[in-house]
């Protein structure tokens, strides 16, 4: 089974600062398997994302998916991202197909299997719609048909569901869970919400941030699909969010000491006592 | 409603009609001239669509390169820009030393008052094209050519559209000042402009700026605005 996608001990270091995004972090997903990396904002979890889809290359570290290295994107990594990127002058169903396209696949064959990856994403109804005459959820819907169609080994989503409603990220969540039982492809995830990382986790990678490495990993050894609302779902949920919130406390408190200095009682009263003297 | 206070105007104060013409005598001019604007109109247009078509691809191509090749942006950009701003019929006396009074004169100055505004819109609405797209072109496989193809020239379509409206304009005010100073052979609209303006026929004068600004009302309104519409409804801008 293909979808072994490993990143060994990788750093990457902003173009602009000599801070680490990421500092020597190694993430392995097995094939089949849902990991979801979740971190504070600056944690560097969509430069790990970049990093796995070839978008960027890592300043030391390996990455490689069954083995070979990783050196451009390309549709055995199938990337969904946050801001969609579909093309705007292209129907759902011209999007959709642009991989197969691109592949040489036979026009009768992508009809087949636009039609068969648009009934996965529960979008057979929208085919002939425009980008923007669609809804935001349904706009990542099309955007993972897109992805899916190629059959990637693994599938890359950063922060996919951030700009959706929360009704709509709900419905998201449980599409893409039944999508994924179906097709057992190993999936990296990125995003910031604790509740959508153990929804949606076979393991949850937190990283912390400046430097960005991980800081915990927790297996999440509940059945799928979840009911999102269970109690053990919860309490993961809650043992995270702590993680996390140190996590912040921690680096506040880390840049807040490098200029800001606690103020004496002293400095907010008039020491000499003369005030108004000089009038 | 604006041509009549115009005429109710001239008619009120009595402005002598060698000086500034009514509605009335440009009308009467645009018939007495119609034997002569008709061709003219002709030749005008048929050097608009052979010039622009030229400055098209050379404006859009040039546009293209300075997107690309960012140390020649960076050179030759400023330039571009400066060069927009020369009027266009300064180009004049440096295409008849080059050319003499003919047509490619003609072109040339059609081509130089047009194309480097082409390419700067053309730059700068390339430069719109969200990075997303290569990103997404690159995982789909969209590779070199391909990229090229399906992905950037779809996605300037709309900055396509805008150069191209903005080219027009340039062109057509190139043109037309070009026919005013070059006496070629064939005679245009600028050409029957100067001819008035020789025989002190102040109705004649309007009479052929009023044609000249109805050809670029009409083609900006009926043609380009339009199509800039109907890219940006697809692109849902």
Redesign the interface.
Known sequence: MTGHLELISVSKKFAAAQMHALQNVSVTCQPGEFVVVVGPSGCGKSTLLNLA?G?ALPDSGSVTLDGKPVT????D???V?Q?H??????TASENVE??L???GVSRSEREDRVAAALRMVHLSHSSKK????LSGGMRQRVAIA??MI?DPAVLLMDEPFAALDAQTRTLMHAQLQELWSQTRKTILFVTHSVGEAVRLADRVIVLHAHPGRVRREIKIELPHPRNFDGREISEIARLVRNEIEDEVNRVNKQLADDFWKPVKPTDLVDVAGDMGSGI | MLLGIWEAAFRLIGWRDYLFPAPSHIARAMIDLAGQLGPALLVSLARLAGGFAISLTLGATAGLILWRVNTLNRAMGPLFLGIQTLPSVCWVPLAVLAFGINEAAMMFVLVMGSSFAIAIAMRDGLNTVPRIYHHAGAMLGARGLAYYRYILLPASTPAFASSLRQGFSFAWRSLMGGELILATRTHGLGYLLELGRSFADVAQVVAVMVVMIAIGMTVDRLLLAPLERRVHRRFGL
């Open positions: 889809a978008m451009a994107p390309g549709p990594r199938a990337v991202f801001e990127g579909l093309f705007p002058w292209l642009f991989g396209k691109m592949q425009l980008i923007h005459e897109r992805a190629l």
